[in-house]
C-alpha cells in the first residue's frame, strides 16, 4: 500500500508551542511528503522528503525520515492560529491518503 | 500560473441526473489525479492519468462513475447514475515531477 498513515489523529495546542505529527508507511519509498488541508479547500503541498535525506526545513516547518522505522515527522515550531488545518502524509506516486491529523491551534 | 482549476465549484442535483466534473491540470503536468472526500472515508483516490491515459481506476467506485483526459490539458469525471451516496467533495489535482497541486474541488450534492 502506498499509503500514509498520520498520528495523532487530533491535536489542539497554544498558540506559540510546538506541534508534532507523526506518519507510517509500509513499503519502501522514493520520497515522502507532507500537505495541509484548510477546510472547504484542496491540499496544500509542504515538503518533500527523499528517501536518502533524514532532515529538511522549510520556514517553520522540519521534517524528519526514518527509513528504519518507516515514519516521518511533520513538527511545526512557534504555531499561530493559521496553522488550524488538517495534515497529511504521502509516499511517491499515486498518493494514497490516510485520514490525517486535524490540528486546532488555540489562541 | 492559474493553478489546477475545477468547475463547477459547487452542484446540486437529484438522483438519477448525469453529473460533470470537469479539470484543467496546471499546463507541463504529465500526472492527474481525481480524489473524493468524505467525513467517513476520508480522502479516496478514484483514478490517475499519466500522459493522458488512465493507469489505475482500481478507485473507481462502480461502474456509475467514469473519467477521460481526451487531451492534456482537460479531464472529467461523470457520474450516471448519480446516487445519494455520491455526495461528497470532489478533487482534481497534477503533479509533474514532485508534489501535488490540488484544485479548489467541487462540492457535489445529491438529493
Known amino acids: 500500500s502506498q499509503q500514509g498513515e498520520e498520528d495523532p489523529q487530533a491535536l489542539s495546542i497554544q498558540e506559540g508551542e510546538n506541534a508534532t505529527m507523526n506518519c507510517s508507511y509500509k513499503t519502501s519509498i522514493n520520497n515522502l511528503q507532507w500537505y495541509r488541508q484548510n477546510s472547504g479547500r484542496g491540499l496544500v503541498h509542504l515538503i518533500l522528503i527523499r528517501s536518502n535525506e533524514r532532515e529538511k526545513h522549510s520556514g517553520r516547518l522540519r521534517v524528519t525520515l526514518d527509513t528504519s522505522k518507516k515514519s516521518s515527522s511533520l513538527l511545526i515550531t512557534a504555531s499561530r492560529a493559521a496553522d488550524t488545518a488538517s495534515y497529511f502524509c504521502?509516499?511517491?506516486?499515486?498518493?494514497?491518503f490516510g485520514k490525517g491529523t486535524r490540528l486546532h491551534i488555540l489562541p | 500560473d492559474a493553478g489546477v482549476i475545477q468547475s463547477p465549484r459547487h452542484e446540486v442535483t437529484e438522483m438519477g441526473q448525469e453529473v460533470t466534473l470537469r479539470c484543467k491540470p496546471i499546463?507541463?503536468?504529465?500526472?492527474l489525479f481525481w480524489y473524493r472526500q468524505t467525513m467517513m472515508r476520508g480522502l479516496e483516490l478514484l483514478i490517475y492519468f499519466n500522459n493522458n491515459v488512465p493507469i489505475d481506476d482500481s478507485g473507481m467506485p462502480e461502474d456509475r462513475f467514469s473519467a477521460k483526459m481526451p487531451n492534456a490539458s482537460f479531464s472529467t469525471l461523470k457520474i450516471q447514475p448519480s446516487e445519494p451516496r455520491d455526495s461528497a467533495v470532489y478533487f482534481c489535482?497534477?503533479?509533474?515531477?514532485?508534489?501535488?497541486?490540488f484544485g479548489s474541488g467541487t462540492r457535489l450534492t445529491v438529493v
Open positions: 489535482a497534477s503533479s509533474a515531477t514532485s508534489g501535488y497541486t
Open positions: 504521502g509516499r511517491d506516486d499515486k498518493i494514497i
Open positions: 499546463s507541463g503536468h504529465n500526472s
